[in-house]
T-cell receptor, first 112, second 111 residues
Framework: AQSVSQHNHHVILSEAASLELGCNYS??????LFWYVQYPGQHLQLLLK??????LVKGIKGFEAEFIKSKFSFNLRKPSVQWSDTAEYFC??????????FGTGTRLKVLA | EADIYQTPRYLVIGTGKKITLECSQT?????MYWYQQDPGMELHLIHY???????EKGDLSSESTVSRIRTEHFPLTLESARPSHTSQYLC??????????FGAGSRLTVL
């Protein structure tokens, strides 16, 4: 069955630390890839997406993600986190049409 | 700011009550979805719609029903709520197989 794995469930970092959140998916076909973020008390919103082309994609607030097809991975990175990055991050895969598969989310806490 | 609106945001009701969770979007998106979200779990699709008069059940079995009489409106109804229905329900919309736009969610507690 298709699935999305996020390896880190809880991450705690100090401000200015670098961030990398892992995301792996199991599906052999063409996919569209997403990272969504949910700030405390807010709705889920798009952080960045990959459909095709350059496998290194940049999103809002200094986030980027790299699609490595051979590893079925789409890891999220940020060189220097801020307190305001405290949120829950969801990796998602779209298999076409209505089918989106989400990971279980990673709760990031950034200490000021 | 989301262009998809869900009401109520919070609802506490007793077992056996009928409830309707409202979802409206102003973007003219053709596809709409209902997801169920529980802490520490992935989002599970319970219903989706390709357009007016089109509704399908998602991957997670649900006793709820939906309707799509207007493009912008996609309400979810539970005829008889039970404690097992306690969860957060997220409505979303998209154009094609594209970015999902989410509402703020409706958190339902059934006593």
């Amino acid at each position: 069955a298709q699935s999305v794995s996020q390896h880190n469930h809880h991450v705690i970092l100090s401000e200015a630390a670098s961030l990398e959140l892992g995301c792996n998916y199991s599906y052999g076909g063409t996919v569209n890839l997403f990272w969504y973020v949910q700030y405390p008390g807010q709705h889920l919103q798009l952080l960045l997406k990959y459909f095709s082309g350059d496998p290194l994609v940049k999103g809002i607030k200094g986030f980027e993600a790299e699609f490595i097809k051979s590893k079925f991975s789409f890891n999220l990175r940020k060189p220097s986190v801020q307190w305001s990055d405290t949120a829950e991050y969801f990796c998602a895969v779209n298999l076409g049409t209505y089918k989106y598969i989400f990971g279980t989310g990673t709760r990031l806490k950034v200490l000021a | 700011e989301a262009d998809i609106y869900q009401t109520p945001r919070y609802l506490v009701i007793g077992t056996g009550k009928k409830i309707t969770l409202e979802c409206s979007q102003t973007m003219g998106h053709d596809k709409m979805y209902w997801y169920q979200q529980d802490p520490g779990m992935e989002l599970h699709l319970i219903h989706y719609s390709y357009g007016v008069n089109s509704t399908e059940k998602g991957d997670l079995s649900s006793e709820s029903t939906v309707s799509r009489i207007r493009t912008e409106h996609f309400p979810l109804t539970l005829e008889s709520a039970r404690p097992s229905h306690t969860s957060q329900y997220l409505c979303a919309s998209s154009v094609g197989a594209n970015v999902l736009t989410f509402g703020a969610g409706s958190r339902l507690t059934v006593l």
